[in-house]
Nanobody, 120 residues
């Protein structure tokens, strides 16, 4: 019913930048909080950043000052601008959204993930 499609991952050198995008589509009545999570090899998935429908943001301490999350409500899209990347930022990044689907209710939806690799 609802899909999240991520793009923008890739290989970058330490100190470089990448911008991730995540577009939501399907039977969306309303998008609430959207966010980015990441999972490095052998580690648990962790929250990187989130943004509410009103624009309130939240960041993991490890990315504060380097990453910026934003959203375009007209396009049902959330972005993650990642600057000053470090090798420890290497992970699969997942988009997440709380979606209100008409006649169904709230669903938590995940994207398929996009790999970010930061070389030293």
């Amino acid at each position: 019913q609802v899909q999240l499609v991520e793009s923008g991952g890739g290989l970058v050198q330490a100190g470089g930048s990448l911008r991730l995008s995540c577009a939501a589509s399907g039977s969306i009545f309303r998008l609430n909080t959207m966010g980015w999570y990441r999972q490095a090899p052998g580690k648990q998935r962790e929250l990187v950043a989130s943004v509410t429908s009103s624009g309130r943001t939240n960041y993991a301490d490890s990315v504060k000052g380097r990453f910026t999350i934003s959203r375009d409500n007209a396009k049902n899209t959330v972005y993650l601008q990642m600057n000053s990347l470090k090798p420890e930022d290497t992970a699969v990044y997942y988009c997440n959204a709380e979606v209100l689907v008409a006649a169904v209710g709230y669903l938590e939806v995940w994207g398929q993930g996009t790999l970010v690799t930061v070389s030293s």
